[in-house]
């Protein structure tokens, strides 16, 4: 599918990196590589230096610049890896929990999408005044102007970095999915693509992924 981003969203200094990947399976066992990843990460970072890691800050400055306070909501990267270094890393099924690895080990938001849910192509644009999304709690959450979000033909089906859509994430019979990761100013969009690969791999050994994409950046230059 075709992923765009508008230029006002690249002039705020703004990043992403997508993927496709088929065949995975959401019923699978990925306990095995949840235990290894996670005990890894507790191994590399501590809870203490997280607010000092030039990732986190860079989102969390982001946060703060469009009104949202980071620690309060915090990006979904940062949020992963403090649960997982709590040994509290969610359990969800095996396609999520393959890419949420990833994402808590390179400290990126990840969205993860249902290919078929999908309507359309996705663009990265500004959210427009008094939109709306339901969020994948089923909160419905009214969208600003000062927020990028990623939407189909249908609406937005994530706010850029932290929250996505219930209409598109992943269930028990997703066989497609769209990895989109959200990059911050002062991330480098190589390591967005880094995450990706990571988040493939993952979805490889513990979601019995078959096929993927190449990783596809978008930013400016």
Same mark, same amino acid.
């Given at each position: 599918m075709r992923v765009r981003v508008r230029e006002e969203v690249l002039e705020r200094g703004?990043?992403?990196?997508?993927?496709e990947v088929d065949g995975v399976d959401p019923t699978a066992d990925a306990g095995a590589l949840v235990e290894r990843v996670t005990e890894r990460l507790r191994e590399r970072f501590d809870l203490e230096g997280l607010k000092d890691d030039p990732v986190v800050r860079a989102y969390r400055d982001y946060l703060w610049s469009v009104g949202i306070d980071p620690t309060k909501t915090r990006p979904a990267g940062e949020a992963l890896l403090r649960r997982a270094l709590r040994g509290r890393f969610p359990r969800i099924n095996a396609v999520v929990d393959s890419y949420n690895l990833a994402s808590a080990e390179y400290r990126v938001p990840i969205s993860c999408f249902? +290919?078929?849910a999908l309507v359309g192509d996705l663009v990265i +644009?500004?959210?427009? %005044?008094g939109e709306r999304m339901v969020d994948i709690a089923?909160?419905?959450?009214?969208?600003?102007?000062?927020?990028?979000?990623?939407?189909? %033909?249908k609406g937005p089906v994530s706010v850029s970095p932290y929250r996505d859509s219930r209409r598109t994430a992943v269930r028990e019979d997703t066989e497609r999915v769209l990895l989109v990761a959200h990059g911050a100013p002062g991330v480098e969009p190589e390591y967005l693509k880094e995450a990706l690969e990571r988040a493939v791999q993952y979805l490889k050994e513990g979601a019995r992924a078959m096929t993927s994409g190449e990783v596809e950046i978008l930013a400016r230059g």
């Open positions: 703004l990043s992403f990196a997508y993927v249902d +290919r078929d +644009r500004p959210a427009r %005044e089923g909160e419905e959450v009214e969208l600003s102007r000062d927020m990028v979000v990623l939407a189909d %033909e």
